[in-house]
């Protein structure tokens, strides 16, 4: 068990060297003499008659899965240096405001609620993201040239459950709307799907090839 809290021990250091790179403050950190308490009873001998108990690796992997998480967190902005955070799993937000640059280098996120493509956000970022899955939300898909470029966000090879698309300049001419839906071709596991805004004379052609058939 001493080895296991060690283990912890050091996966803390480690986020705390991270946040302090972007710039991130804890409001609710523990006074240094009881972390010192605690280092000294490491050496007494412990026993346990219970099924779990922290430090097992099943524990450990909780407490990271909390810890590099900003589920539930009430911000206004995000850090600059966002990129950092290279273990971060779960992002969660409903504000497209807050999508956060160069998301590319977040290549353990398993969540990310809302993408909104732009000159900092394009869409090729989401192909770095091998790991996504549940929900996404994409806005801003009149940014997207054409079927390539759209293409390069990989969406069929993650595994989402709901996706959302979404544009949002209806009627302008110079919208390549049936190149850029072509190429977001999503996996075929997918759940839900929400069209919004698009203004092609046409469906892609995975619509009817696709097999869909967990599709609701």
């Given amino acids: 068990m001493v080895q296991n809290v060690k ?3 050091e996966d803390l250091d480690e986020i705390r060297k991270d ?4 710039g991130l403050v804890s409001t609710s950190l523990q006074h240094e003499d009881n972390a010192q308490k605690v280092w000294r009873d490491l050496d007494r001998e412990t026993d346990s008659f219970l ?3 922290v430090g097992r690796d099943d524990d450990v992997f909780a407490v990271m899965e909390k810890l590099t998480s ?4 009430h911000v206004l902005s995000l850090p600059e240096k966002m990129r950092n955070l290279v273990s971060l799993r779960h992002l969660h937000f409903n504000d497209p405001e807050l999508v956060p640059a160069e998301v590319r280098f977040l290549t353990r996120l398993q ?3 809302v993408f909104v493509v732009g000159p900092d956000h394009m869409v090729e970022e989401l192909g770095c993201l091998n790991e996504l899955k549940g929900e996404l939300k994409i806005y801003k898909l009149e940014q997207v040239r054409d079927k390539e470029e759209a293409g390069k966000a990989k969406l069929c090879e993650k595994r989402m459950d709901r996706l959302v698309l979404e544009w949002s300049d209806e009627g302008n001419n110079s919208v390549n709307y ?6 977001l071709q999503p996996h075929p596991d997918l ?3 929400t069209i919004q805004g698009y203004g092609g004379e046409k469906f892609p052609s995975w ?3 696709l097999q869909l058939n967990n599709l609701m």
């Fill in 51 to 53: 099924d779990k108990f």
């Fill in 7 to 9: 283990k912890i021990n």
């Fill in 19 to 22: 946040a302090a790179e972007i």
């Fill in 191 to 193: 759940r839900s799907l």
């Fill in 70 to 73: 900003l589920t539930k967190q």
């Fill in 111 to 113: 969540t990310l609620s």
């Fill in 178 to 183: 049936e190149g850029a839906l072509e190429g």
């Fill in 207 to 209: 619509m009817s090839t």
